[in-house]
């Protein structure tokens, strides 16, 4: 069953209205500027939200219980509701505008953008974006070891935030990319704690790196991006059902305290891990409100069923597809308080984090630390092959015995070494090294018989 | 840099004062006395998060609506409100608030409670030991600690070690100490182990929960059931008395069982059902039980979530304190380090052992023997358990005289030949 098939009252737009505090609604900003067709000339307005955030476009709009306001940020504009009551007051026409955005010249496109931020010099005392991407998939390519220099580097680099761009997996698929997720948490954690705003910026966080971000109370996705993909628990199956329970119960119990620690409801994490669990949500005042069951006439109206039961007609055709489990899109992540904004490019992210269009973002390492141990463990696995190869290899028939099983254990040793510099994710608890050790044993052994035979 | 922070925190206040003549602002008053100052960003039954603005900085905090006096919402602040010495958001710690962080030096407050933690990681019975703990217990003798925090962060192990921990806990402990147990994961035999407090506090991510014994055979998991299951079961239930907690719990979470619970919403007391007629369903037939920390709070099992030691000892109601027992839980550091590398090491001892026997090398086998006690002396709990993930036997007296006796008749037949 599709998600938001089941609305119990509310149509969708309604439920936006009402659901939506004061940030911007519009997920699209581009394209919904040119639509709207309200671009005008002249100074702008200036929109002063309790919050303490300012607001410089061209209000559209003001309402009993809204204020639509034609945003613009570094020269693109945006259509974008506020709730009334978070506005603390309008100033009219008390702002050059300089970016032309209103000017009805195209806005620019994300690569100009880009490009303009290339050569446009900060500000002095602008403030400094430290952005790191984090590619691959936990447990592998992104380990302890690379992630902790690469909070390092950017924590040298004293930014005022630290943006962790996601577009990553797991090596272990599915939930149980949980325990690599585990490993890397404190990392983040620890600068959170530090007082350093650390904020991830998802274009995809699947299987254990879904977790990741829960972490920060701040996440931003991209207008594509996606949080999820760790729904197959219900599957788990290691031969007894209590156990799979007690099992099933234990990882829940883990991945809620991802949920807790960046301030997000649990039940999130429930509905995302497992196909029977029901998740409704309807919006009081802004806030989503939960129920785990079916909602009844008694519940009220409103409800958006977003995981069904997963049962006899609820049965989704399509695993991951439908709504039998939760993966949060941009949209619902926006909706359910998950993610703060939808941004595509810098600029927006900088203005969703109240940094305005005086920023910098620092050339660090970070990105490049990760790089470098993803290929690095890439040419390790190649070499791991090729010397798994080789010691199957009898080629070395020429050779007499004792030369053969010396250069059998000298592979090893090189496996050895490979397994030491990657330990982390290649050989974690020392077991593979350990079984290594005992057959140069043992080639030392037959290297001893043999020259005793001679 | 200093001068681009100054900058920016100028800048930070000209458009405070500017702009934002008034602040909307939520108090939060803590039952400790503090006020948290800042916008309340989301709400549940049993909780609150707020914001909190130190400088440029906004910081989430999570606080319990247990440990909450009261709230004034929407409270306009001026600036000379703030100047007129409001209590600050977020008191900087006199320590990190890493919870690894170095012991606290000795304060000059001489009435600063003392507090020595002690950390128990990893598998239960290898790792998470009970003569292990004793003897940690030993090395604070001189340190005087009035409070022992047990920090717990492991995913259960060997069942058989629960009652000897258990017994640490309630004869050696208890009768001289103030103990708590301060939970990031307790999962199976650490969450029985843990029962055995009264204090529980958990941290932020903190998990408890999920106690169902079970044994693995040829790949495949068998819960414990019949006779041994209610062993199990009349003993949880003896420890959960230790503990002074509802047996109930702790049996949802160690057999699939229907419990639920009612609040009484002026006293906070929690009702516990061995059905779901409560008003809240904790669990059901169709589940374990394992709490996260909120929940926890929430029935009562445990008394407060602390992410840091300082938090931890404001929850304690230690006003002003100390870290003392660093003897102690180094002790535990090394131990562990010495057992992880012992359980790997002793797999490969023996290991190369049966290869010098094959080879008749009887002499590489007993030099191989020694190094195995060697391990065993230092990594003891190797004596009980041995190395399960690895195979390896407990290498107890009883191991070691049958592979002497082994080594014996092996060199007499070579020296018969």
């Known amino acids: 069953m599709r998600r938001c098939s089941r609305w119990v009252a509310l149509p969708l737009l309604a439920l936006i209205a009402i659901g939506l505090s004061a940030s911007p609604v519009g997920l699209a900003p581009i394209a919904r500027a040119a639509q709207d067709g309200t671009a005008q000339s002249g100074p702008l307005d200036r929109v002063i939200l309790k919050s303490g955030q300012v607001i410089v476009g061209r209000v559209l709009e003001e309402t009993a219980t809204e204020v639509r306001v034609l945003v613009m940020v570094g020269g693109i504009s945006a259509p974008t509701t506020y709730r009334r009551d978070e506005v603390l007051s309008i100033e009219r026409g008390v702002v050059e505008d300089t970016a032309g955005g209103s000017s009805g010249t195209p806005a620019p496109s994300p690569k100009a953008e880009s490009s303009e931020r290339a050569t446009r010099p900060a500000k002095p005392g602008a403030a400094r974006i430290y952005l790191l991407e984090l590619r691959g998939d936990l447990g592998k390519d992104i380990s302890a070891t690379p992630l902790r220099r690469a909070m390092e580097d950017a924590v040298a680099n004293d930014p005022d935030v630290i943006v962790i761009k996601m577009n990553a997996g797991s090596a272990a698929p599915g939930f149980d990319g949980l325990w690599a997720a585990e490993d890397l948490g404190p990392i983040v954690e620890e600068q959170i704690d530090a007082g350093r705003r650390v904020v991830f910026w998802i274009e995809r966080a699947q299987s254990g790196a879904a977790f990741l971000p829960l972490v920060s109370p701040e996440i931003y996705f991209t207008s594509g991006g996606k949080l999820g993909g760790v729904g197959d628990l219900s599957d788990f199956d290691i031969g007894d059902e209590t156990v799979n329970l007690k099992q099933i119960s234990l990882r829940i119990g883990h991945a809620e305290g991802f949920a807790i620690t960046g301030g997000y409801d649990p039940r999130l994490i429930r509905a995302m891990a497992l196909k029977e669990e029901w998740l409704a949500v309807r919006f009081r005042g802004g806030e989503p409100e939960y129920i785990t069951w079916e909602p009844r006439p008694e519940d009220g109206d409103g409800w958006v069923v977003l995981t069904d039961d997963g049962e006899g007609d609820n049965e989704d055709e399509f695993s991951f597809e439908g709504n039998d489990v939760l993966t949060l899109d941009a949209d619902w992540a926006f909706r359910l308080g998950v993610a703060k904004g939808v941004v595509d490019t810098m600029d927006d992210l900088a203005f969703e984090l109240n940094i305005g269009r005086d920023y910098e973002v620092i050339e660090g390492r970070g990105s490049q630390i990760l790089k470098d141990w993803r290929d690095r463990l890439d040419r390790a696995l190649d070499q791991i092959n090729r010397i798994q190869r080789d010691l199957s290899d009898r080629g070395g028939r020429r050779l007499s015995e004792s030369a053969r099983l010396g250069r059998q254990i000298n592979l090893l040793k090189q496996l050895r070494g490979i397994l030491t510099s990657f330990a982390e994710v290649l050989d974690p608890d020392g077991s593979q090294r350990a079984s290594i050790d005992i057959q140069i044993e043992e080639l030392r052994q037959q290297i001893q018989r043999a020259s005793r035979g001679r | ?417």
Request: with cysteine; aromatic share 6%.
């Open chain 2, 1 to 417: 840099m200093v001068n681009r922070i100054r900058t920016l925190i100028l800048a930070a206040i000209a458009a405070a004062c500017l702009a934002v003549p008034a602040l909307a602002l939520d108090k939060v008053h803590l039952k400790d006395g503090r006020v948290l100052e800042g916008e309340i960003t989301r709400e549940g039954d049993g909780y609150l998060y707020i914001t909190v603005r130190v400088g440029s900085l906004q910081r989430a905090e999570f606080v319990l609506m247990a440990n909450v006096e009261r709230i004034e919402r929407d409270v306009d602040a001026t600036p000379e409100d703030k100047d007129a010495g409001g209590t600050p958001a977020t008191p900087a710690p006199e320590t990190s608030p890493n919870r690894t962080a170095s012991p606290r030096p000795a304060p000059a407050d001489p009435n600063a409670r003392r507090i020595a933690f002690i950390t128990l990681e990893e598998m239960v019975g290898p790792f998470m030991n009970a003569r292990a703990l004793a003897h940690s217990i030993d090395l604070l003798e001189d340190d005087k600690p009035e409070i022992v925090v047990l920090q717990i962060n492991s995913g259960g192990g060997i069942g058989l070690e629960v009652q000897k921990l258990s017994d640490v806990i309630e004869h050696k402990i208890k009768p001289k100490y103030r103990v708590v147990a301060w939970v990031e994961s307790a999962i199976s035999a650490a969450a029985m182990t843990a029962w055995t407090c009264e204090e529980i506090y958990m941290m932020k991510e903190g998990n408890i929960g999920a106690a169902t014994g079970y044994r693995m055979l040829n790949g495949r998991a068998e819960a414990v059931e019949g006779e041994e299951l209610e062993m199990v079961l009349r003993q949880m239930e003896q420890i959960s008395e230790r503990g002074n907690h509802n047996p109930l719990v702790m049996r949802a979470m160690q057999v699939p069982t229907n419990l639920s619970a009612d609040i009484d919403p002026s006293t906070g007391a929690v009702t516990w059902r061995n059905d779901l007629s409560g008003q809240y369903i904790v669990s059901t037939e169709k589940q374990i039980l394992t709490f996260n920390s909120i929940d926890a709070v929430r029935f009562g099992v445990a008394r407060a979530i602390a992410d840091n030691k300082d938090e931890l000892a404001r929850a304690l109601g230690c006003s002003s304190w100390v870290e003392v027992g660093a003897d102690a839980d180094e002790y535990q550091v090394r131990f562990r380090e010495d057992v992880q590398q012992a359980q790997v090491r002793a797999a490969e001892i023996l290991s190369k052992m049966q290869i010098a026997l094959n080879a008749g090398n009887v002499g590489r086998a007993r030099a191989m023997l020694g190094q195995l006690r060697g391990w065993a002396r230092r990594a003891t709990s190797l004596e009980e358990y041995g190395a399960p993930d690895f195979g390896v036997p407990p290498l107890d007296a009883e191991f070691f005289r049958r592979v002497e006796e082994q080594l014996d008749q092996l060199a007499k037949q070579r020296a018969g030949r």
